[in-house]
């Protein structure tokens, strides 16, 4: 007998749902599918349908693998842990043997999270559990299953980030302060994103012949400024000076020591959750040398009249607003939606000051002075218009308290 199988990239049609549209397959009416992976993997174990699309075949129909640890208990001096299998939807949830579980990460993440919960609320250990020690509260299981399925959600957005980027340095991320998933309205992007009825000019008018671009007269020499690098591909030049490097049109090589910026980002980074209420942060996985290239800040690139109404929708002043240019101000950057890992920076120099050793977050310095930090989460990133004067909390030694 033949089995039953879902059609791929697609959802049948039901009662009740708008947009559908009629299949080429077999005429039958579907819509397009917005539910999750692991959801439409759960239907289709629970109706018993298979489908190559989403990963379910004969094969693997009936598999069963640990995502998540839900409860504990203790039955006659044996060890419980109630299983979430992946690819099952709750219903089939199932107590097994803690010596049956061959899944340590997990086994430890369920104890380390208990421990967490306990640790937030400050109780004695002792009345957190009941039945002698042998069964969670309520609470504590609600905690960890959330916990678990934050666990996941952010490494799905992870995943995301890094498959849409295209640079060299990895993204992570993590999430140690509070139960924040990902962000619901966040779109990845690698390079400026013009709102509609902006043309951005990415055409080179003239490029270099060079063999050697550090010694001879190269792109910044024709545009009349210096060559923004040292040999060590450093910044050398003072900040707000703008920086030339080679393009499409030169015929120097990949290597070439003035091809810095437009190869983004080369340190691992990891988008973290702060735990002063500062929002999410980036911290370097990585040590960076002083005045190297770090990240270039991207966004959807708006006009400054659009900006202005823009200001007035963010929350509480709160926006991605960084000013293009500093004597037009034709063009600001909205990196609200649209953006890289520069989003998450908590205070636009993108090249470092200083050193900055591995496990240290970024921030932005708003003054462009190079001689401290300031943190914030989601501000006003403009360099010209002076705004209401904003306190920060980042905590180092050199902060001067307030944006402006």
Known sequence: MQDKHLQ??????MTGIRGWRRSPQDGAWCVPCLVSLDTLQELCRKEKLT????????????NYEVEYLCDYKVVKDMEYYLVKWKGWPDSTNTWEPWQNLKCPL???QFSNDKHNYLSQVKKDKAITLKDNNKTLKPAITEY?????KQRIALQRWQDEINRRKNHKGMIFVENTADLQGAPSDFYYINEYKPAPGISLVNEATFGCSCTDCFFQKCCPAEAGVLLAYNKNQQIKI???TPIYECNSRCQCEPDCPNRIVQKGTQYSLCIFRTSNGRGRGIKTFVKIKRMSFVMEYVGEVITSEEAERRRQFYDKGITYLFDLDYESNEFTVDAARYSN????????????????NAGEELTFDYQMKGSGDISSDSI?????????RRVWK?????????LN
């Open 394 to 402: 980042c905590g180092v030694v050199t902060c001067r308290n307030y």
């Open 8 to 13: 791929g990239h697609s959802c049948r049609a």
């Open 51 to 62: 489908c190559k699309s989403i990963g379910i075949t004969k094969r693997n129909l009936n």
């Open 238 to 240: 003072p900040p707000g």
């Open 144 to 148: 960890i299953v959330k916990k678990a």
């Open 341 to 356: 890992v520069s989003h998450f920076v908590n205070h636009s120099s993108l090249f470092s000051t200083r050193t900055i």
């Open 106 to 108: 997990l086994l430890q």
């Open 380 to 388: 006003d990133h403009s360099p010209v218009k002076k705004r209401v």
